[in-house]
């Protein structure tokens, strides 16, 4: 691992692995007398990579493995690379003379800070962008209509780039193969009369729903409102409220709750 698993990147980049074990094969496909080794930390061939990995080893590939506080050092010795490794399964130090080193290199999301606040979709501590479920929306964002796909999401594969990718698509095509789109509705909405215009709403709403319109009060695209509420607690004027959540009905909820409390003589 070059670049990851490391304090400054924790996270392991799944193809290192499998493209190092993969081009080993190629190798020995044009040349099998040829010397290979794969210096490792641990060898992450997860599913049906697991087999590549197992050919490898029966065409002649040698693999060692390494501990983190004992990495591989480099250096060059008149003109010729030294490769010096420490092999814990023969509790030796070992000298290679390889013509050429490959690193198995770290995926590194972009710099994706800015789109993220554009679009305000979540990231990872990594920075990759976080998906709303890992199991029941694997490639939705919090806010409907937005799909997360391919390496923006994680590192993976090019094949599970691409079923991701379908995976967004079809999800896409939901949405756009209907003319009309039936929303829920528990959803914010705003009195004008009240509104000051303050835009505490438009910087608290984590889905960027509510903007100030031309007439100079907010509002709120009911599409697009998840109804979590953020922008009714928040507004200093009281002046939005959530469907079906209005304080009316929670006061009035709430003195049913304790009518009978309060007619024992309790409170």
Not at 46 to 55: A, D, I, K, R
Not at 73 to 86: F, M, N, P, R
Not at 168 to 191: C, D, K, M, P, Y
């Amino acid at each position: 691992c070059v670049g990851s698993r490391t304090e400054e990147r924790p996270y392991c980049s799944r193809v290192c692995c499998s493209q190092a074990i993969k081009n080993s094969l190629k190798l020995k496909e044009l040349n099998p007398d040829m010397n290979i080794y794969i210096l490792y930390r641990d060898i992450r061939s997860y599913g049906l990579m697991e087999e590549y990995y197992t050919l490898a080893r029966k065409k002649g590939v040698k693999f060692i493995r390494y501990d983190i506080n004992s990495k591989p050092g480099v250096t060059v010795e008149d003109g010729t690379l030294k490769v010096d490794i420490k092999d814990p399964a023969l509790g030796e130090d070992l000298s290679l003379s390889p013509d050429l080193i490959v690193l198995s290199s770290a995926i590194i999301p972009k710099e994706n800070d800015e789109l993220a606040t554009l679009l305000k979709v979540p990231r990872t501590q990594e920075g990759f962008f976080l998906e709303a479920h890992m199991k029941l929306r694997p490639v939705d964002f919090g806010t409907d209509g937005m799909y997360v796909c391919g390496l923006a999401h994680s590192p993976k594969l090019i094949s599970e780039c691409i079923s991701q990718a379908y995976a967004a698509s079809a999800r896409a095509s939901t949405i756009l193969s209907q003319e009309r789109i039936h929303v829920g509705g528990v959803v914010a909405t705003v009195n004008s009369d009240l509104c000051a215009a303050c835009l505490t709403c438009v910087r608290v709403c984590p889905y960027d729903v509510p903007v100030i319109n031309e007439e100079g009060f907010a509002e709120i695209n009911m599409a697009k409102c998840q109804g979590c509420g953020s922008c009714a607690s928040e507004c200093p004027a009281k002046a939005i409220d959530l469907q079906h959540f209005r304080d009316e009905q929670i006061l009035a909820k709430c003195n049913a709750l304790l009518e009978g409390v309060l007619l024992e003589g309790v409170l």
